[in-house]
């Protein structure tokens, strides 16, 4: 298979149509890009670059492209170079954001250990509560306790006042009696 089978037709833009067919040499020899007859020229009027191809589909294809393309790479490996830069500027903002996120946690797990402790005293408050109010019942039960036996005793107080009350009208009775059978006595 000759070089000029694998270039069929110059294409200055992205090359021919031939393909290798897997038999003899890709290139014989190292040929520089511009080292070539008769001269392709691109839309610039300069003398476009050959070159081969090293990929798996179009392995040993032969294209041209222009001299300025070069250009292009730099345009894109500057592009590639600031999106490199962008990316690592993100994964800072993003490192910067996790460790505030991280903060943040620490932060509300503080908190939280705040408020079961919290929760811990109220706990206790509860409980002192609990006991008080316990004391309060017995207390009041104990209130009740000595209430009907002070009412038993007002009670009894009661019967005696109205026994009393009782004896003195008898007694007031028995001196008037007394008074007038002494003064019938007489």
Known sequence: MSQSSLASGPNIHGGS???YDGQGSLVAYRVGPLAYEPAVLCDCKLKAYRWI????GQL???YYRCRRARELFRDLRDAVW?????????????????????AKQMEVEEKKKEIEDKQMVLQV?????????EELIAKQQQLEAKDVVVQT???QLRMKNQCIDALVVLSVLLVIILVVVMLNAK
């Not at 191809?53 to 798996?56: A, K, R």
Request: hydrophobic share 35%.
């Open 60 to 62: 040993g294809r032969r």
């Open 153 to 155: 005793l007002e009670a």
């Open 125 to 133: 408050k509860q409980q002192e509560l609990n006991a008080k109010e």
């Open 53 to 56: 191809s090293w990929s798996n």
């Open 17 to 19: 149509g031939a393909t």
């Open 82 to 102: 600031k999106l490199k830069k962008d990316v690592a500027k993100k994964e800072a903002e993003v490192e910067d954001k996790d460790m505030q996120l991280v």
